[in-house]
């Protein structure tokens, strides 16, 4: 009787553990959920076109060192011009952002 008395701690506990664990699994994903949660206001994050005159992040390698993009997202990025937000990111956010860039890249 012990035993199941355990499994629906489990489960729950499983449960819990998904949506988290479901990140990790595809940062990719997630990387270009913030982006355009962050930045989808203005910079095109799939292959749609360019919003706004801000340039597209499938091509942002050209302009950008995307091997530092990750290191930038942490410490905040802004911009001279009012439209733009500072945006802040934690380190595995950065990395996952980072990494969503560098797929996407032609």
Request: glycine share 10%; hydrophobic share 40%.
């Amino acid at each position: 009787m012990k035993r199941l008395r355990v499994v629906p701690f489990l489960a729950v506990g499983l449960a819990l553990l998904g949506p988290a664990h479901g990140q990790v699994r595809d940062p990719l994903r997630h990387g270009r959920a913030l982006l355009q949660e962050f930045c989808g206001q203005c910079h095109a994050v799939g292959r749609t076109d360019i919003k706004r005159g801000a340039p597209s992040f499938r091509t942002l390698g050209r302009q950008f060192d995307l091997d530092h993009f990750e290191a930038w997202l942490q410490r905040g990025i802004s911009a001279p011009h009012p439209d733009m937000p500072e945006v802040k990111f934690g380190e595995n956010d950065a990395h996952a952002a980072a990494d969503y860039l560098r797929s996407i890249q032609r």
